[in-house]
């Protein structure tokens, strides 16, 4: 029986899936509970420019580049709708951004936007530090996300952008191993 309940879980989450490998609507909980299992990704992904993505909103910063953008580089893009989905994490989500102020720690392009918001698949039982034995499938069927290409431009990297053109093309292989964060083997096989 407890091996058809799974089976049934696992083939509703399935069906759920979006296209882009996400599931329907899971809670955000923050990169800082990433932090806690996968230190050394988190410490090299705080020195990216996703990680920095909502500061880019501000005032004067990248004047240049929002210039040449058509952009007022004076402005203060933090609170503008349009921008917000690619410079934060789960803006318009439940638990996603909702403000600087009320959740801070969602402010820049977090752990989630690349692997599936975490409130479900972080859950006691799943990826947590007492289970060192969870499988990667379980994992997707909570909610996490394996990034691919698609990840990416579904949302953020594609010509919506106004910082490229209409014939942009991302570069998945150069992005994922050097705009993203340290990739590193697991310490405990999960397949």
Avoid at 8 to 19: E, V
Avoid at 63 to 71: P, T, Y
Avoid at 175 to 185: A, M, N, S, V, W
């Amino acid at each position: 029986m407890k091996a058809f309940l799974a089976a049934f879980t696992l083939s509703l989450a399935l069906l759920s899936l979006t296209t882009t490998g996400r599931t329907a609507e899971h809670p955000y909980v923050g990169s800082k509970k990433c932090k806690v299992c996968h230190l050394p990704q988190h410490k090299s992904w705080e020195q990216t420019k996703m990680a920095n993505a909502f500061a880019l909103l501000k005032a004067g910063q990248r004047a240049a580049a929002k210039k040449k953008a058509g952009l007022d580089p004076n402005k203060d893009y933090t609170t503008d709708k349009n921008c917000l989905p690619c410079h934060v994490t789960g803006y318009g989500k439940p638990g996603g951004f909702k403000s600087i102020e009320e959740t801070s720690g969602l402010a820049g392009v977090g752990c989630e936007m690349c692997h599936g918001a975490g409130g479900d698949y972080t859950k006691t039982g799943l990826m947590t530090l007492q289970n060192k034995e969870y499988k990667r499938t379980d994992l997707v069927a909570a909610g996490l996300t394996v990034p691919t290409a698609e990840t990416c431009t579904a949302l953020c990297h594609n010509a919506k952008s106004p910082f490229v053109g209409k014939n942009y093309v991302f570069d998945w292989k150069t992005r994922k191993d050097q705009g993203t964060h340290t990739h590193l083997p697991l310490k405990y096989n999960h397949e």
